[in-house]
C-alpha cells in the first residue's frame, strides 16, 4: 500500500493564498509519484484532525507565521507524526531576521548592517544613514518591506500608523543595491543560483514573486564561477548554522558594479520555500536533474520527526 501523505496547506497568515497554491501543487505532484494524499486546510482544529487521519507524513506546505515559525512542528512533533522541512528550534531561528544574522555572521556569511528597535521609535529622523530597507522581524514573502530612498527627508509613516499589521519589532538595514539571488539547498547539497529580475523598478515583492506576470528568473544565472560557487558555499552554511533540514533556499543581493568580486550579502534563509509554479526552488531542482514528483519525493522519504 501506497503512503499516505496528508498535505498541511492555507492556514492564517498573511501567506495563506500561496500556501494554498503550493499544497496544491505539492499535493498533484504526490499523486503523480504514487502517493496517497489528504488535502488539508489547516486551522485550529488541525491536531484533531491529524489524530483522526493518521497520516505517515504530513508535508508541509504552510507559509508565514505558524507554519514556518517551528509552531506547527512543535504540534506534529507532540502527535509523533514524521514532517517535511525544518525542526522546530531551525524554523523559528530562521524565521527570526535578527537572531538568523546574527548566526549567519558567526558562520562567516556577509549580512548587512542593521538594528532591530520597536516601530514607534522610528520617530521622524533616519535611524540609519538612507537608503535602508525597514522590515518586520518575523514575516515572509516581503509582507511589510519598505525601502527608504537616499533623497527622502524622513522614514515612511505607514511603519508607525495604526494599519501596520506587521509586529512592532523591525529590522532597519542598510540597503543593499545590485542583483538578486537566490540559492536552493536539498539536503547537504547546493543545487543550483538563480537571478531574480524584477519587471518593474520595486524589488522583489510579494506581487512580483506569485503574479502571473512577476519577475524574470535567470537559471543558472549569469556569473562568474568563484561568484557562483560563494553563494552556494554561503546558502550550505546558512543551512546548516541553523540546523535546517530537506529543502531550504537562501537569498542574496549582488553588487558587482565595481570589481568583478562585487559586493555578496546574505538576507536571509527560507524553510518554507515557495512550491507553485512560479516558485524558484522546484525550477532549481528541474535545472539539477529533479522532477517535481522526484522533489516532493525525496522531501516525503527524508520526513522524521525530532528534526
Not at 46 to 59: Q, R
Not at 107 to 129: C, L, Q, T, W, Y
Amino acid at each position: 500500500m501506497s503512503r499516505h501523505v496528508a498535505v498541511l496547506m492555507g492556514g492564517f497568515s498573511s501567506e495563506r493564498p500561496v500556501s494554498l497554491d503550493s499544497g496544491e501543487a505539492c499535493a498533484a505532484a504526490l499523486e503523480e509519484a504514487g502517493y496517497r494524499v489528504s488535502r488539508v486546510d489547516v486551522d485550529r482544529n488541525l491536531p484533531l484532525t491529524l489524530a483522526e487521519m493518521k497520516p505517515d507524513v504530513a508535508f508541509n506546505a504552510l507559509h508565514g507565521p505558524f507554519g514556518e515559525d517551528g509552531t506547527v512542528q512543535g504540534v506534529l512533533e507532540f502527535l509523533g507524526i514524521p514532517y517535511t522541512h525544518s525542526g522546530v528550534l531551525s524554523s523559528a531561528l530562521a524565521m527570526d531576521k535578527e537572531v538568523s544574522k546574527i548566526l549567519a555572521r558567526k558562520a562567516g556569511i556577509p549580512v548587512a548592517e542593521s538594528k532591530v528597535m520597536n516601530r514607534f521609535d522610528i520617530g521622524s529622523a533616519h535611524p540609519i544613514p538612507a537608503p535602508y530597507v525597514i522590515k518586520p522581524v518575523a514575516e515572509g514573502s516581503s509582507f511589510g518591506v519598505l525601502i527608504v530612498d537616499g533623497d527622502q527627508p524622513h522614514p515612511p509613516q505607514s511603519v508607525t500608523s495604526d494599519d501596520w499589521r506587521y509586529g512592532d519589532i523591525v529590522m532597519v538595514e542598510r540597503y543593499i543595491a545590485g542583483r538578486e539571488l537566490t540559492c536552493a539547498v536539498m539536503g547537504d547539497v547546493a543545487i543550483g543560483v538563480t537571478e531574480i529580475v524584477p519587471h518593474s523598478d520595486k524589488f522583489y515583492d510579494y506581487d512580483e514573486k506569485y503574479s502571473e506576470n512577476g519577475a524574470t528568473h535567470v537559471c543558472p544565472a549569469d556569473l562568474p564561477v568563484h561568484v557562483t560557487r560563494k553563494i552556494q558555499d554561503y546558502s550550505l552554511r546558512a543551512h546548516k548554522a541553523m540546523n535546517c533540514r530537506g529543502v531550504t533556499r537562501s537569498d542574496f543581493r549582488y553588487d558587482d558594479r565595481r570589481s568583478e568580486d562585487g559586493e555578496i550579502i546574505w538576507l536571509e534563509v527560507n524553510t518554507q520555500p515557495g512550491m507553485t509554479e512560479q516558485s524558484l526552488v522546484p525550477e532549481l531542482a528541474a535545472h539539477a536533474g529533479h522532477s517535481m514528483a522526484e522533489l516532493v519525493s525525496w522531501m516525503v522519504e527524508d520526513a522524521s520527526c525530532g528534526r
